[in-house]
């Protein structure tokens, strides 16, 4: 981009680790350095979350295009959520042990959601499929 976009603009954002653009909202400027950089200009970076993977990122603006076309018809892919009656102790931050059992439960296993919209959604999470239509599942992964 040739100019600072606005907080909340929508772009497209090359990862270069994946190799490959992704959609992205700007959340803010991050660091704006002095004198040239490796591009002949002042460097900007600005932090993007990704629409469709719901982490955030800081990246130079040279890594920042206009979002247009069919990729700014798509719906977004990534929701934030919350788990049902779920909350750090201390009611702000989550500690290293909480963390840490967390991953142990998810990573590399399927899990099956129950949605509940409400101003965040909140997401019950099971290890095992329910029936469509019946409400009869295995243990909530919060009772674990």
Request: glycine share 6%.
């Amino acid at each position: 981009m040739n100019l600072i976009p606005d907080v909340g603009v929508y772009v497209m954002v090359w990862f270069l680790k994946q190799e490959m653009w992704s959609r992205g909202q700007i959340i803010r400027i991050c660091q704006m350095s002095r004198g040239p950089s490796s591009r002949g200009c002042t460097d900007i970076k600005v932090e993007v979350r990704r629409i469709d993977y719901g982490d955030v990122v800081c990246v130079s603006l040279w890594d920042v295009k206009e979002l247009c076309g069919e990729a700014a018809s798509k719906p977004v892919q990534a929701l934030q959520v919350s788990l049902v009656n779920v909350r750090p102790v201390n009611g702000e931050t989550w500690c290293f042990e909480a963390i840490s059992w967390f991953k142990s439960k998810v990573q590399n296993k399927t899990l099956y959601a129950r949605l509940y919209p409400e101003e965040v959604v909140l997401v019950e999470l099971f290890m095992e499929k329910g029936k469509i239509g019946a409400m009869r599942r295995g243990d909530s992964l919060v009772t674990l």
